[in-house]
T-cell receptor
Framework: QKEVEQDPGPLSVPEGAIVSLNCTYS??????FMWYRQYSRKGPELLMY????GNKEDGRFTAQVDKSSKYISLFIRDSQPSDSATYLC????????????FGQGTTLQVKP | DAGVIQSPRHEVTEMGQEVTLRCKPI?????LFWYRQTMMRGLELLIY????????DSGMPEDRFSAKMPNASFSTLKIQPSEPRDSAVYFC???????????????FGPGTRLTVL
């Protein structure tokens, strides 16, 4: 079993829809949780960063962490065609390590 | 800053040949990471360096893979001999901090798409 599980999709939604992307993980030592966005034929770029449990909002994006369930989510409100990309969750433990564990990524298509 | 620079962007080679991928991290970043991305396995960390020293190479698949960082502005990932199952996109990333601070963002390069025939 992988440390981080993420449904690869693809997920197709109409423009304006609310999108929910999710990851589950097995390692209770994970403390830092990230979402990266990757456009086709580009490298991933950091979208959201959350420490421990709780919510974090940035514009149309909200990241949620539920450590008791080992479950993290990314919500996109009023989705736009420009949001079409692959979204990867990533996480790491509390020690001073650069090592991130990535989910497989979910491919999202927002149709106009 | 130009960001993380990788070369070549595309590489097509035949099985058994040596392949060398190159990376120039963002100036001033102390950490450099090599990743491999495939449809089947997703994004996997191969190795990372701190101040040019390899810290964790547990993700390097086998002895055919080697990585070096001779100075703060250059790193190579070498595959010798290459095999068809090595076909993937290889990313280099760099960060200012490796994990000491919350916001140690990893900045990724555009990747090298490797095809081994």
């Amino acid at each position: 079993q992988k440390e981080v599980e993420q449904d690869p999709g693809p997920l197709s939604v109409p423009e304006g829809a609310i999108v929910s992307l999710n990851c589950t993980y097995s390692n209770s030592a994970f403390q830092y949780f990230m979402w990266y966005r990757q456009y086709s034929r580009k490298g991933p770029e950091l979208l959201m960063y959350t420490y421990s449990s709780g919510n974090k909002e940035d514009g149309r994006f909200t990241a949620q962490v539920d450590k008791s369930s080992k479950y993290i989510s990314l919500f996109i409100r009023d989705s736009q065609p420009s949001d079409s990309a692959t979204y990867l969750c990533a996480m790491k433990g509390s020690s001073n390590t650069g090592k991130l564990i990535f989910g497989q990524g979910t491919t999202l298509q927002v149709k106009p | 800053d130009a960001g993380v620079i990788q070369s070549p962007r595309h590489e097509v080679t035949e099985m058994g040949q040596e392949v060398t991928l190159r990376c120039k991290p963002i100036s001033g970043h102390d950490y450099l990471f090599w990743y491999r991305q495939t449809m089947m396995r997703g994004l996997e960390l191969l190795i990372y360096f701190n101040n040019n020293v390899p810290i964790d190479d547990s993700g390097m698949p086998e002895d055919r893979f080697s990585a070096k960082m001779p100075n703060a502005s250059f790193s190579t990932l070498k595959i010798q001999p290459s095999e068809p199952r090595d076909s993937a996109v290889y990313f280099c990333a760099s960060s200012l901090y490796g994990g000491a601070l919350n916001s140690d963002t990893q900045y990724f390069g555009p990747g090298t798409r490797l095809t081994v025939l």
